[in-house]
């Protein structure tokens, strides 16, 4: 069936080092890709997306790189501050006429000042 | 531009009972999904609906139902409540053609 594999499951970096976030999905009709951040007690909020025709995605500090041949996407975030703590979900969807996203377990990041 | 609405934002049931819950998304969007979030399980997909009709449906027991209005306002109902129903509902919304999902703040259900 339809599955989001998420790795690692919680991750802690030092302020101003860098945090990689890796997923793989199953569903070969998977064709958009997105990133959600909620923080404690608040919704989940998209941070970046990738269709599948696209390698790469970059905005300001955060970047989402795709390999459709391996199933695998990830994001990465550089210059990691305090505020970047949350928990990040990846999520696939294929795009033909459902809203249905199948998401990862989630990722705990811990940014330590 | 308001977004979207969950109703109420918690509530505490005793097993055995059943509850509604209610989301109205942004004004224009036709899709409402629903997803449990639980600890360590992430957020599962429930049900998803589409100008009142279900477009597609999650690996849930049937005690899980929902419905979509005319005005897209959509609401979801558990039956004979479990301890294991305790989690954070979550409902998002999204346009025709457009792929963004966006999320309610949820409805935190207890079970006890």
């Known amino acids: 069936g339809e599955n989001v594999e998420q790795h690692p499951s919680t991750l802690s970096v030092q302020e101003g080092d860098s945090a990689v976030i890796k997923c793989t999905y199953s569903?070969?009709?998977?064709?958009?890709f997105p990133w959600y951040k909620q923080e404690l007690g608040k919704r989940p909020q998209l941070i970046i997306d990738?269709?599948?025709?696209?390698g790469e995605k970059k905005d300001q500090r955060i970047a989402v790189t795709l390999n459709k041949t391996a199933k695998h996407f990830s994001l990465h975030i550089t210059e990691t501050q305090p505020e970047d703590s949350a928990v990040y979900f990846c999520a696939a969807r294929s795009t033909s006429g459902t809203y249905k996203y199948i998401f990862g377990t989630g990722t705990r990041l811990k940014v330590l000042a | 531009k308001a977004g979207v609405t969950q109703t109420p934002r918690y509530l505490i049931k005793t097993r055995g009972q059943q509850v509604t819950l209610s989301c109205s998304p942004i004004?224009?969007?036709?899709?409402v999904s629903w997803y449990q979030q639980t600890p360590g399980q992430g957020l599962q997909f429930l049900f998803e609906?589409?100008?009142?009709?279900?477009?597609n449906k999650g690996n849930f027991p049937g005690r899980f139902s929902g419905r979509q209005f005319s005005n897209s306002r959509s609401e979801m109902n558990v039956s004979t409540l479990e301890l294991g129903d305790s989690a954070l509902y979550l409902c998002?919304?999204?346009?025709?053609?457009?792929?963004?999902?966006?999320f309610g703040q949820g409805t935190r259900l207890t079970v006890v």
């Open positions: 004004s224009g969007h036709r899709s």
């Open positions: 609906y589409f100008s009142e009709t279900q477009r």
């Open positions: 569903d070969s009709a998977s064709n958009y």
């Open positions: 998002a919304s999204s346009s025709f053609g457009d792929t963004e999902a966006f």
């Open positions: 990738i269709r599948s025709n696209v």
